[in-house]
């Protein structure tokens, strides 16, 4: 069975790895399972894909195993796509979510519901073991509302209204969200990828 080492010491984010590729013939391990749980990579690059192959490129150095690294970014239309790649630390370095959601709220004050349109991007890159590179992306269309709602999710999840359903991620169940959101929309990309090539 092949392994595929996941750039990330994410408990969540192995889960739904291995919920996706469930059923085919590989074995999922976080970097600090694979022994590089020291690998800090900066993530400095000026888009998602950058970010996600440069994290994924970065363990191919050390491991000829498959490698994947992800990136994900809030664009919000009003304020020309920012947070966009800054959106973790859009309120500056060492922020909290809420600082970023306070921030995101505030620059958004005067603006009307019609102006508010926004969407999630996800980009995962995959090292194969012949050093080759692929990616595949995912996207979630919708808004952000005026105030925060819901307990579940994190990040902006309170604050971003899925098109089409009037709720927040944050007020979605994990099975819901999972079922449309731009993680998963990459995930079921990456699922059909690894069905062709093994």
Same mark, same amino acid.
């Given at each position: 069975? !092949?392994?595929?080492?996941?750039?990330?010491?994410?408990?969540? !984010?192995?889960?739904?790895?291995?919920?996706?590729?469930?059923?085919?013939?590989?074995?999922?391990?976080? !970097? =600090?399972?694979?022994?590089?749980?020291?690998?800090?990579?900066?993530?400095?690059?000026?888009?998602?894909?950058?970010?996600?192959?440069? =994290?994924?490129?970065?363990?191919?150095?050390?491991? =000829?195993?498959?490698?994947?690294?992800?990136?994900?970014?809030? *664009?919000?239309?009003?304020?020309?796509?920012?947070?966009?790649?800054?959106?973790?630390?859009?309120?500056?370095?060492?922020?909290?979510?809420?600082?970023?959601?306070?921030?995101?709220?505030?620059?958004?004050?005067?603006?009307?519901?019609?102006?508010?349109?926004?969407? *999630?991007?996800?980009?995962?890159?995959?090292?194969?073991?012949?050093?080759?590179?692929?990616?595949?992306?995912?996207?979630?269309?919708?808004?952000?509302? *005026?105030?925060?709602?819901?307990?579940?999710?994190?990040?902006?999840?309170?604050?971003?209204?899925?098109?089409?359903?009037?709720?927040? *991620?944050?007020?979605?169940?994990?099975?819901?969200?999972?079922?449309?959101?731009?993680?998963?929309?990459?995930?079921? =990309?990456?699922?059909?990828?690894?069905?062709?090539?093994?």
């Amino acid at each position: 069975m !092949k392994r595929l080492i996941l750039s990330s010491s994410n408990p969540h !984010k192995i889960e739904e790895l291995s919920s996706i590729l469930k059923g085919l013939p590989i074995a999922i391990i976080s !970097k =600090k399972e694979a022994g590089f749980g020291d690998l800090e990579v900066v993530e400095d690059g000026d888009t998602l894909e950058a970010n996600a192959k440069k =994290k994924a490129l970065a363990m191919a150095e050390r491991s =000829k195993e498959i490698i994947l690294a992800d990136d994900t970014g809030l *664009f919000v239309d009003a304020l020309d796509g920012a947070p966009g790649v800054y959106s973790a630390r859009f309120a500056g370095e060492g922020c909290s979510y809420a600082d970023n959601n306070k921030k995101l709220l505030s620059a958004l004050s005067g603006v009307p519901e019609v102006g508010r349109t926004a969407h *999630f991007e996800t980009v995962i890159a995959i090292v194969w073991e012949d050093g080759s590179v692929q990616t595949v992306t995912g996207r979630c269309e919708g808004s952000i509302g *005026f105030e925060a709602q819901g307990e579940n999710g994190f990040g902006y999840d309170p604050l971003f209204i899925v098109e089409g359903t009037g709720r927040t *991620f944050a007020q979605m169940k994990d099975e819901e969200k999972n079922q449309v959101s731009h993680r998963a929309n990459a995930l079921r =990309k990456l699922r059909e990828v690894f069905e062709e090539r093994l």
